[in-house]
């Protein structure tokens, strides 16, 4: 059930950033730094220096601040490729559980 929790607070935390830089909106850009903290938190033993990740979507606030979308979707993709390679490596080790590959 965790594991479903934070894939989740993951998903909308990229969905919340994309929009908040497309629409200029800064409080969704903090709402997805929010929303990355407990897949930071789940994660962090796994890495060091990973709770810091949801500092840098406060760095993609300044940027949308002062109208540097670049740079704020600079700021955002370390947050969805880490996303996607864990959701990827879930669909992998889901389908080899099921195939009785993996225990």
Known sequence: MTDFLVIFCALFSILASIF???KNKRWLLLLG??????????LKNAFNGIIFLPLLNIGSVIAVNNNR???????????????????LLGLVFGLLMEK???Y
Do not use: Q, S
């Not at 730094?33 to 789940?42: G, R, S, T």
């Not at 979308?69 to 864990?86: D, G, Q, R, S």
């Open 100 to 102: 009785g590959v993996v």
């Open 69 to 87: 979308k670049t740079i704020a979707w600079l700021f955002l993709l370390p947050e969805i490729l880490l996303t996607l390679v864990f959701l």
């Open 33 to 42: 730094a929010l929303l990355f903290i407990p897949p930071c938190y789940y």
């Open 20 to 22: 908040g830089i497309l």
